[in-house]
C-alpha cells in the first residue's frame, strides 16, 4: 500500500481486500468503529489502525488492483462529495451495467457528454417546480393506494405500494398509468427491477471489472454473464415497449404531456438517439418504482414495531387535520411530528444504504491522502445514520430525535455540515427525483396515518411473538421481505372520504389510461434502433 494512500486493511497479494470483500448486505460491514466490531472482521482492521478509530471516516479497500474508498461521515460527504463533485462524480466502470444497458442508462453510465446532456433533459422536469406539474397524478394515484387498501388484506400491502410507485412514474414519465397491479406491463417492470437488483448487488459477483481475465470463463459456468444477458433482455423489452406506446401517443395525436413527449420533440435538440431516449425512461421508471414504495414499507413496518410512534403521529394527524378531509401536500408544512417520522424513516433503514457507486474522474486529494483516478467511492449512507457518535442509541426508530434538533443528533455534536437528504446521494449525481419523491413520501406518509391503524397480524399477535424488523431483502436496495399485518380504517366517515375522492379521481386518470398492450420481444426494439 503506497504511503499517501487513505488507510485500510492490510492486504494479500493479487486479492488485495477481496477476501474479505462483503458478498451480501455489505453495509453492514462498513458500519462505524463502535457498532462495527460486532459485526466482522474487515472494520475491526480499521479499528486498529495507528493514526486512531477516526481514520475509519473515509478508508480504502484493495478490490484487486483497484481502490474502493466507502466514506462514512458527513462531513467527508461534504467536503469530498459534494465540495469536489467535479472531481467525484464518475461512475465505476462496470461490465454488467455495460451489458445490461449498453453503456446508455443514465444512472450508472461514466461521467460524458451523453450523460450531461441526459442529466440537462432531466432537469426540465424534476426540478422543484416542474415536479409540482405532476402533483395531480400522484394526488388521485395515493387515493387510489388508500382505496386498495380499504378493499383488501393487510397481506397485498406490498402489491399495493408498488402498484402506485410504479404507477406514479410511468405516468410522469411515460404517460401511462397501471390501474391494477397485475396487469402485464406490472408483472414486466417488475421481473426486470428483480434481476436488476440481482445483478447489481454490491459484492454479489466476482469483481470481473477488476480481474477482467474472469470474463474468458464461458457463460455456462459464470452466472454473472448469464444474468447480466438476462437483465439486458428483460429491461429492454419494457423500456422499449413503453417509449413506443409514447411514439405511437405522438403519431396518433393522442399526447398526454408526459416527460418522454418532451424528450421526443426535443431529442435533436438534445442530441439524443433513440438508443439513449428508451434508456433514459428506464432509468427514472426504475429510479423512481422500487425506492418509494420500499421507503413506505419500511415505514408500515417501524410503525408496526413501535407502536408508540404510531399512537403520536396518529394524534397530531387527528388535531392538525381532523375527521372531514384528507390530508393535502400543504398539510405536512404543520406536521412536525410526521416530518420526523419521514426523516427518521430514511436514517433508520434507508432505501439506498450505499447509494450507487461514484468514482473518481481524476486524481484528488483529501486531507493529506491521494485518492487515485478511477478509485470507486461508497457512500456508506447505513453508517453514517447508525453511527452511535452521533445519533443516541441509533438502532432504535425514535422520530423524536428530529423534534430535538432539524438533524437529529445527540446535544453537543457539530452538525454544521449536515444535511437531511443524504439517502438521496451527492454532488452533480444526486438524485434527480428526489423532489418528485419527496412529494410522494409527505402524501402517503400523511394519507396512510390518516386513514389506517397499522398493526401485527392476528397470528402474531396470538402467539406474541415480536415482529421483525430485519427480514429484508438481499439486493442493492434495501427493502423489507413482504410481512402479513393487520389493516384497519380508522373510521366510517374516512371511508367514505376515500371512496368518493377515489371516484372523482376517475377523469384524471382517463388521461393515463390507454388499456393493456401485448409486449413485443426485445428483437423487435433491437431491430427499431439498427
Ligand atoms: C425514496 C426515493 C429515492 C431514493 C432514496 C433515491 C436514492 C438515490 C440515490 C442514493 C442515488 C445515487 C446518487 C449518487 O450517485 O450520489 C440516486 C440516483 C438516481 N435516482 Fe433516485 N432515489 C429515489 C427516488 C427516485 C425517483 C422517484 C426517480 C425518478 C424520477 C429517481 C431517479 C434517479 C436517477 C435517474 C438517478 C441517477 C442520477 C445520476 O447518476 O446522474 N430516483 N437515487
Not at 462531513?75 to 467525484?88: A, F, G, P, R, W
Amino acid at each position: 500500500r503506497a504511503p499517501l494512500l487513505p488507510p485500510g486493511p492490510p492486504t494479500i497479494p493479487f486479492l488485495g481486500n477481496l477476501n474479505i470483500f462483503p458478498k451480501e448486505f455489505a453495509f453492514f460491514k462498513y458500519l462505524p468503529v463502535q457498532t462495527a466490531a460486532r459485526f466482522n472482521s474487515l472494520t475491526k482492521f480499521v479499528v486498529g489502525l495507528p493514526n486512531g478509530p477516526k481514520t475509519a471516516l473515509y478508508f480504502k479497500l484493495k478490490i484487486g488492483p483497484d481502490n474502493a474508498i466507502v466514506v462514512s461521515s458527513m462531513k467527508v460527504v461534504k467536503e469530498l462529495m459534494d465540495q469536489q463533485s467535479n472531481i467525484t462524480c464518475d461512475r465505476p466502470k462496470s461490465y454488467m451495467a455495460d451489458v445490461v444497458h449498453e453503456e446508455s442508462n443514465a444512472a450508472l453510465m461514466r461521467y460524458n457528454d451523453a450523460w450531461r446532456r441526459l442529466r440537462k433533459t432531466m432537469h426540465a422536469i424534476l426540478t422543484p417546480a416542474g415536479t409540482m406539474e405532476h402533483l395531480p397524478i400522484q394526488e388521485a394515484e395515493a387515493t387510489q393506494l388508500m382505496y386498495d387498501i380499504l378493499h383488501s388484506s393487510g397481506n397485498d400491502l406490498c402489491t399495493h405500494l408498488r402498484r402506485y410507485s410504479t404507477s406514479v412514474i410511468s405516468s410522469v414519465v411515460f404517460g401511462k398509468r397501471f390501474p391494477r397491479g397485475d396487469c402485464p406491463e406490472m408483472d414486466a417492470i417488475f421481473e426486470s427491477l428483480e434481476v436488476l437488483e440481482a445483478v447489481f448487488e454490491v459484492g454479489a459477483h466476482p469483481p470481473v471489472d477488476q480481474l477482467p481475465f474472469l470474463n474468458y470463463i464461458p457463460d455456462r459456468w459464470a452466472r454473472w454473464k448469464r444474468l447480466a444477458k438476462l437483465g439486458h433482455q428483460v429491461a429492454g423489452r419494457i423500456y422499449f415497449h413503453l417509449l413506443g406506446l409514447v411514439e405511437e401517443q405522438i403519431r396518433s395525436g393522442r399526447e398526454n404531456g408526459c416527460y418522454i413527449e418532451t424528450v421526443i420533440k426535443k431529442q435533436e435538440e438534445y442530441g439524443l438517439s433513440r438508443k439513449l431516449v428508451g434508456y433514459l425512461g428506464g432509468a427514472l421508471l426504475d429510479g423512481g418504482a422500487h425506492t418509494t414504495s420500499a421507503f413506505l414499507l419500511s415505514m408500515v413496518l417501524c410503525l408496526i414495531a413501535f407502536p408508540e410512534v404510531q399512537k403520536k403521529a396518529h394524534e397530531e394527524i387527528d388535531r392538525v387535520i381532523g375527521q372531514d378531509r384528507a390530508p393535502r401536500l400543504e398539510d405536512i408544512a404543520s406536521l412536525p411530528y410526521c416530518q420526523a417520522l419521514l426523516n427518521e424513516t430514511h436514517r433508520f433503514r434507508p432505501v439506498a444504504p450505499l447509494g450507487i457507486p461514484h468514482a473518481m474522474l481524476t486524481d484528488g486529494l483529501y486531507r493529506g491522502y491521494v485518492l487515485p483516478k478511477g478509485s470507486i467511492v461508497f457512500i456508506n449512507a447505513w453508517g453514517i445514520y447508525h453511527d452511535p457518535d452521533v445519533y443516541e442509541d441509533p438502532e432504535t426508530f425514535n422520530p423524536d430525535r428530529y423534534l430535538q434538533n432539524e438533524f437529529g443528533a445527540k446535544p453537543g455534536v457539530d452538525t454544521s455540515h449536515f444535511r437531511n437528504n443524504i439517502v438521496f446521494g451527492s454532488g452533480r449525481r444526486i438524485c434527480p427525483g428526489q423532489h418528485l419523491a419527496n412529494t410522494s413520501l409527505a402524501l402517503n406518509v400523511m394519507n396512510l396515518l390518516w386513514a389506517f391503524e397499522f398493526s401485527p397480524d392476528e397470528m402474531i399477535q396470538k402467539k406474541g411473538t415480536k415482529f421483525d424488523i430485519w427480514n429484508y431483502r438481499k439486493g442493492g436496495f434495501y427493502v423489507p421481505a413482504p410481512f402479513p399485518c393487520s389493516i384497519k380504517p380508522r373510521s366510517a366517515a374516512k371511508v367514505s372520504i376515500i371512496e368518493e375522492q377515489f371516484s372523482s379521481a376517475s377523469s384524471l386518470f382517463e388521461k393515463f389510461e390507454s388499456g393493456d398492450s401485448e409486449i413485443k420481444d426485445l428483437d423487435d426494439h433491437e431491430r427499431m434502433w439498427m
